[in-house]
């Protein structure tokens, strides 16, 4: 009896040594890996694609050696052990699935990018519409790789573990969910770019150029308008027009719904410059369409919208243009479009300017000599700020297109998931003041009610930059000259918090003092809308209060209007009411 139960105690001896040096092993593998991520950012981010490859597949080697030794059924059987158990468990995980998201996205990727940055672009100018769309089945994969690992990792509560293991599964699911939206959309521009472009006959691309020097809930007034032609992966220039060519109508161009019309009014479908009020941008594509239409006699099969900002990261690439005003750089693009302008030049050469900016950035972006890789990093971030989006007439199209973050305001809201709040921002001044415009916002939620169901604060703080003695030098361009309710050097601004699903209002205030507010249901979201005027100088603080529609607690997720400044966005614990 003596010696079998030695014999066990050497066994069991023996086994947790195995365990002990394989995770020693384990560890040392996972490390070296991780030492490797910077060598990669770097090669990314210089474009170096063979450089990026290669610490790719050293990252790789030392990952499957990790799940090598993390999943034999020595190591299974130690992951029944209470709390180690979990952390071998864990540690066996994320061997396995870093190896996965190297070998069955990255990887794939990366020869997928290096195919398309030495082909894709074709010698007489455009891109090859076939290739790209060969890779689509690539992206599909990569997407769906991630997709499984990111619900892998999801199963873990790193809390529960170690802090190194804990930290593990922390890093890699957020790499993990970093890289799902963008291989997404890259999944999704393969499988709609190229008939877009042309590939199975010609097409019309309008683009409208947003002013967020005037703001609408997706950026800015639609106030001018480029017509592309796309024909087997190539764009000329058609026409160009601004919001001064289309006459307003005595009622809405097309029918808008009740919910839109108590938050905005009619003046939604009656003023091209308006298009971008409601947070739904299929409204706003249909609602341009049928403006364009009006003027041409024909729709587009596409709408393109887009903001200075994105035009400024597309000459971070391209370099300075030239334009009939002289040369625009990435660096003054925005004071040259939305601040100088209205500072210096008569409504027609305003006009001008946007026109001509507008004209000579598509003409060189059109002939697509640009490096596909830095063209694309160079739109992650507008593309991440909802200053892009795109709308298709096609329903196939379409229907993927409205899964995406190119989708619009309301779409981008409900992608961010269930907590997720919106603010809007819609100009009432009539003028160009929100080029002086400062914004903050924050959120909270706190536990205030007997049925557990959880008040969330959104505050918006918004601040008027101009000095009080600094009016008079301000032009009617930029004022509005107070001919739409607002004194001259004041900004008056709609300020729209759109909720999720279900959620209860709970009133609008500043300072304590309840504001009038318009709240309605639209779309299923819960939006609650207030005028404020701010004077010269003066900072004020709107608090919008909503009831969740879950016991659950909320946790709220903040997406608002891009503006042309930096928004201070912040989420902690507010007080209940």
């Excluded at 990727?109 to 082909?119: F, G, I, K, T």
């Excluded at 739109?379 to 298709?392: F, K, N, T, Y």
């Excluded at 809201?413 to 160009?432: E, I, L, S």
């Excluded at 709609?494 to 009038?516: I, K, R, Y």
């Amino acid at each position: 009896m003596l010696i079998v139960g030695a014999a066990i105690l050497v066994a069991a001896l023996a086994w947790v040594a195995w365990i002990g040096v394989r995770g020693w092993l384990a560890k040392e593998e996972l490390d070296s890996a991780r030492a490797l991520t910077s060598d990669l950012r770097d090669a990314v981010e210089s474009g170096d694609l063979d450089a990026a490859s290669a610490t790719t597949e050293r990252m790789l080697a030392h990952a499957e050696a990790a799940s090598g030794l993390t999943s034999d059924p020595l190591w299974r059987g130690a992951e029944v052990v209470p709390v180690a158990g979990a952390n071998l468990a864990a540690a066996r995980v994320i061997s396995a699935e870093l190896t996965e998201v190297l070998s069955g996205a990255a990887l794939p990727m990366m020869e997928s990018a290096r195919l398309l940055v030495d082909q894709l672009r074709l010698p007489e100018g455009g891109i090859d519409t076939a290739l790209l769309a060969s890779q689509q089945p690539a992206f599909d994969d990569a997407r769906a790789t991630l997709a499984a690992s990111a619900d892998e990792l999801g199963q873990i509560d790193p809390d529960t573990l170690a802090p190194p293991v804990g930290d593990a599964v922390r890093q890699l699911d957020d790499a993990v969910s970093d890289l799902l939206p963008i291989v997404g959309a890259l999944d999704d521009t393969a499988a709609v770019l190229p008939t877009s472009l042309g590939s199975a006959g010609p097409r019309t691309i309008l683009v409208m150029l947003q002013n967020n020097a005037e703001l609408r809930t997706a950026g800015g007034i639609t106030g001018s308008f480029v017509e592309l032609r796309a024909d087997a992966g190539k764009l000329t220039l058609v026409s160009q027009a601004d919001s001064s060519e289309f006459e307003r109508t005595a009622s809405p161009i097309i029918p808008i719904p009740a919910a839109t019309l108590a938050l905005y009014g009619d003046q939604v479908g009656r003023f091209v410059q308006n298009a971008t009020m409601p947070a739904d941008f299929d409204l706003s594509s249909r609602l341009v369409s049928q403006w364009w239409q009006a003027r041409t006699g024909s729709a587009p099969d596409t709408v393109l919208s887009v903001d200075p900002l994105v035009l400024r990261s597309l000459l971070s690439v391209t370099g300075p243009i030239a334009t009939e005003q002289g040369t625009i750089t990435a660096d003054d693009l925005v004071d040259q479009l939305l601040v100088e302008p209205y500072m210096s030049l008569d409504a027609a050469a305003q006009t001008a300017k946007f026109r001509t900016t507008a004209a000579a950035v598509f003409t060189q972006v059109a002939d697509f000599d640009i490096d596909p890789v830095a063209f694309a990093t160079a739109l992650a971030a507008p593309i991440a700020e909802g200053r892009i989006s795109v709308w298709s007439v096609h329903p196939d199209e379409q229907e993927i297109l409205a899964q995406t973050s190119l989708a619009g305001p309301a779409a981008r809201q409900r992608a961010a998931g269930p907590d997720a709040f919106a603010v809007y921002f819609n100009d009432a001044t009539g003028g160009k003041m929100d080029s002086l415009l400062d914004v903050a916002i924050a959120a909270g939620s706190a536990s205030c009610r007997a049925d557990d169901r959880q008040d969330v604060v959104v505050s918006v703080t918004l601040t008027n930059t101009v000095e009080p003695n600094a009016v008079a030098t301000l032009p009617t361009a930029m004022t509005g000259g107070g001919h739409f309710g607002a004194r001259v050097g004041n900004i008056a601004t709609n300020v729209s918090v759109s909720a999720p699903e279900g959620s209860f209002f709970g009133g609008v205030s500043v300072a304590g003092e309840p504001l009038l507010s318009v709240d309605v249901e639209e779309e299923g979201l819960s939006v609650s809308s207030a005028r404020v005027e701010l004077a010269p100088g003066e900072t004020r603080t709107v608090e919008f209060r909503f009831i969740a529609a879950r016991t659950e607690p909320v946790e709220p997720t903040l997406l608002h209007t891009p503006l042309i400044g930096d928004v201070a966005v912040s989420v902690g614990k507010v007080e209940c009411g």
